[in-house]
């Protein structure tokens, strides 16, 4: 009988051993500040749900209960985290006859990118404080009267999508509300998230739109063929007009962290941009839905975030 403790007990720490040795290297890379792409999220997605992990740690309202909600941390913390509770997790699993899971070192990767990818993520909104966005910001004002029903629009899902559609009728909208002395409108936080799913709670959309992954690559080289860099850098190189472009976290005191904040941003700077290249005899650029999304892929990317502690710093990339 004491054999037999004695045995679980060692299967039990080599299990927890292993989880740290398999999982922490790769998140700590996230934690001392190196770049980690998102190279297979939809491929770690498959994993972490027919592995079972899905059904302690839920992402966002999906899955199991009582455990940490993944999606609810920004993702440098994933390390400390993991850290914290791989031994306790290991004799967890072990007492609930879960030691048959094997994840392989081909699959962290992967694992990784999936985790990484839902911080990226803009969560469900919520409708009630949607509904006073709606207000604050005046939007029907215009909307529904002079300027077109947002109700029809509730199919896309993904604040990017939104913001796009936005940014390319900026100027119109601008001139719109100067003339009816209405502020320019500032998406900060969960607004956009909250303010879409309002606007679902009132026309709920048969089938919804959602954008797909961006393209990081293919985000810098829209910042790269357009004006972009005439007075914004990436890591010291271009104008310095605006901000550098790896530090928006920095100046905006953590924010953004997800690509819904990152459009946000965009637009929130709108109006000064605009003077801007009208001074350099520029004009802005029109941006489809893709580039939107890769932009903010991009621009999320490079920033990066480090661990000190329980409190979460953002680094410049080197």
């Not at 190279?39 to 994993?47: H, V």
């Not at 993904?158 to 409108?185: D, G």
């Not at 709920?204 to 393209?215: A, F, M, S």
């Not at 946000?264 to 801007?276: K, S, T, V």
């Amino acid at each position: 009988m004491k054999v037999d403790k004695k045995l679980k007990r060692i299967r039990f720490i080599a299990f927890s051993l292993l989880i740290v040795s398999i999982f922490c290297p790769s998140l700590l890379l996230l934690s001392e500040g190196n770049a980690y792409t998102l190279e297979e999220p939809k491929r770690g997605w498959k994993i972490f749900y027919e592995k079972g992990c899905i059904n302690c740690h839920p992402i966002w309202d999906m899955g199991g209960k009582g455990e940490s909600n993944l999606s609810g941390f920004p993702f440098g913390e994933l390390a400390t985290e993991y850290g914290k509770h791989a031994i306790q997790e290991g004799i967890k699993m072990g007492n609930n006859k879960l030691l048959s899971i094997r994840i392989s070192p081909g699959e962290v990767p992967a694992l990784v990118s999936f985790l990484k990818f839902i911080q990226t993520l803009d969560g469900p909104g919520n409708p009630d404080k949607g509904e006073k966005v709606l207000a604050e910001k005046s939007c029907n004002s215009c909307h529904n009267k002079i300027a077109p029903d947002l109700r029809p629009k509730a199919k896309f899902a993904n604040p990017v999508s939104w913001i796009a559609r936005m940014w390319n009728h900026a100027p119109e909208m601008k001139k719109e509300m100067k003339r009816t002395n209405i502020p320019w409108p500032q998406f900060n936080g969960g607004d956009l998230v909250d303010l879409l799913a309002y606007i679902q709670k009132l026309s709920p959309p048969k089938e919804k739109v959602y954008l797909t992954l961006g393209d990081q690559k293919e985000g810098e080289k829209v910042i790269r063929q357009n004006t972009c860099l005439r007075c914004h850098s990436i890591r010291g190189k271009g104008g310095n007009t605006g901000p550098e472009f790896t530090i928006i976290s920095q100046i905006n005191k953590g924010v953004p962290r997800t690509v819904g904040q990152v459009a946000g941003l965009m637009w929130n700077h709108f109006p000064e941009m605009e003077q801007e290249m009208k001074n350099s005899g520029l004009v802005p650029v029109k941006l489809s839905e893709r580039e939107m999304g890769n932009i903010t892929a991009y621009l999320l990317s490079i920033q990066k975030f480090k661990t000190d502690g329980d409190i979460v710093t953002i680094k410049n990339q080197p």
